[in-house]
């Protein structure tokens, strides 16, 4: 007989999460230092499903955690009685009643996977292609600062069994150069750097960026202009590698990136392409294509880490860079800091569903629900 979980009610919360480290700089003088993350919670009898969306703010991606709720609460109605096993009519329910929106939708995506993986009795790795490790490498961001403070950062993070450093650059050429090049000097043969402008350079200036940085060892470009032509006219004046970040939202992105040749990499960030549905597309094409794959969402806490490890631990290991496990990154935790990463690689639950246990106590005050009998306030 086929499984099947019908969705008998959907809730959302919203919950602050704290930047770790005081104050995370980027490109484009954005700062975070507190940012709302939205849990959606979907019950199928008297089993519950956990999603999370949080948006890195709400100028760095046309996201919001205001939109995340209003686009929520107007698809709530349609969920309901939806069968989370059937992640493509899932889907194309909500599509058809809110365009666009996919990183709300996300937290769906998300919730359902767990909801139907629970109900199966399976890790959600299992529904996402299969595990492949039972732990992965992990990446941190270093926000962006004076050369002595990012070279700070990294050997703290060195210490702790991080080798993978994904540098916020994208502010003047000459002292992102400096930066890069003291971290480069900074660190050993087994590390890796990331230079990182999140699109903030003007093409003259990433031009020149690279002209500067060109043949340092361990060292990939990332997303160093906003668009994907500029970034495409970087690469060609570079034998740097170059991994794509914000202006990959779909298959067409990987597609042409392979046919002109100018990515290397790809950072998938779940939330930015829909929920893990489509994110496991786009890990398949971009591994068929032979990119290496950094997995990873906008921000999050032990939810979102959840769906990352899964999502990366059903990655073939080749093909996988590295992860990023915010819970790492965030003070607060709905699910005791699980998973919980140790000596710079993230476990992958093995439990059904995400794997964790989510205290609802911490989540705050519902915002919302409908089920089949409930009118949206």
């Not at 954005?30 to 890195?56: A, H, I, K, M």
């Not at 040749?261 to 591994?287: F, M, Q, W, Y």
Request: proline share 5%; glycine share 10%.
């Amino acid at each position: 007989m086929t499984a099947r979980a019908p969705i008998d009610s959907i809730e959302i919360f919203s919950y602050q999460l704290s930047y770790s480290h005081g104050t995370y700089v980027m490109s484009g003088e954005r700062v975070v230092n507190q940012l709302e993350s939205t849990v959606v919670v979907l019950r199928s009898g008297d089993v519950f499903g956990y999603g999370e969306v949080c948006p890195l703010g709400s100028t760095y991606l046309p996201a919001s955690a205001t939109g995340a709720q209003a686009a929520l609460k107007q698809l709530a109605g349609s969920i309901v009685g939806q069968d989370a096993a059937n992640l493509g009519a899932l889907h194309a329910t909500m599509d058809a009643q809110l365009a666009g929106h996919g990183y709300a939708k996300s937290a769906v995506d998300i919730a359902a996977f767990d909801l139907f993986g629970k109900l199966c009795e399976v890790p959600v790795s299992e529904l996402l292609g299969g595990r492949r490790a039972g732990q992965v490498p992990l990446y941190v961001a270093v926000p962006l600062g004076s050369v002595e403070e990012m070279v700070s950062f990294v050997l703290a993070e060195r210490a702790g069994g991080i080798h993978r450093f994904q540098l916020k650059v994208g502010a003047d050429p000459a002292s992102d150069v400096a930066r890069v090049r003291a971290v480069v000097d900074a660190t050993g043969p087994d590390d890796m750097i990331v230079a990182d402008a999140n699109g903030g350079w003007r093409l003259a200036e990433a031009v020149h960026a690279v002209a500067q940085l060109e043949g340092t060892p361990r060292l990939r470009i990332e997303q160093p202009c906003p668009s994907f032509e500029e970034c495409a006219q970087v690469r060609r004046r570079t034998s740097l590698p170059m991994v794509l970040d914000e202006v990959v939202t779909g298959p067409q992105d990987l597609l042409r990136a392979a046919a002109l040749g100018i990515a290397e990499g790809v950072n998938l960030k779940v939330s930015r392409v829909g929920g893990l549905h489509r994110a496991r597309l786009l890990r398949d094409l971009a591994t068929e294509l032979g990119m290496a794959l950094t997995i990873e969402d906008t921000w999050g806490g032990d939810l979102t880490t959840a769906a990352v490890a899964h999502l990366a631990g059903s990655t073939a290991p080749q093909a996988l860079y590295a992860a990023s496990f915010m819970n790492d990154w965030t003070l607060e935790h709905v699910a005791g800091h699980q998973p919980r990463s140790a000596d710079g690689l993230g476990p992958v639950p093995d439990a059904p569903g995400l794997g964790i246990e989510v205290d609802e106590a911490k989540l705050g005050t519902c915002l919302f629900q409908a089920g089949r009998s409930t009118v949206l306030p």
